[in-house]
């Protein structure tokens, strides 16, 4: 079975950073960040490709924002950098079993509980 558990949240103010962690239990190909600002779809930000490292990411976040991996601690990472009020919101790691190359945000079927995210 697939566990995510998301870490990192907090406050901070405006222009910080943050670094969240999604600890990953299971086979996967893709693991993605997403966020959801109450009263708003969730929003696909971040995706990596487990085989090959490939990284994707959505155009409001591209350039403030870095996914990566740490294999040996089966942890995906997301630094948030230049952060901004509307950066608020619940952040959410989500994992598919294929890989990151297609399918863009669709068909992840593996989500954590989430980790808040607060900008002022």
């Known amino acids: 079975d697939v566990q995510l558990v998301e870490s990192g949240g907090g406050s901070v103010q405006a222009g910080g950073s943050l670094r969240l962690s999604c600890v990953v239990s299971?086979?996967?190909?893709?693991i993605g960040w997403f966020r959801q600002a109450p009263g708003k779809e969730r929003e696909g930000l971040a995706r990596?490709?487990?085989?090959?490292?490939?990284?994707y990411y959505s155009d409001s976040v591209k350039g403030r924002f870095a996914i990566s991996t740490d294999k040996a601690k089966n942890t995906v990472y997301l630094v948030m950098n230049n952060l901004k009020p509307e950066d608020t919101a619940m952040y959410y790691c989500?994992?598919?079993?294929?890989?990151?190359?297609?399918?863009?945000?669709?068909?992840?079927?593996?989500w954590g509980k989430g980790t808040q995210v607060t900008v002022s």
């Open positions: 989500g994992a598919r079993r294929y890989g990151c190359h297609i399918g863009a945000w669709q068909d992840f079927e593996y």
């Open positions: 299971g086979f996967v190909n893709c």
């Open positions: 990596i490709d487990t085989p090959d490292g490939s990284s």
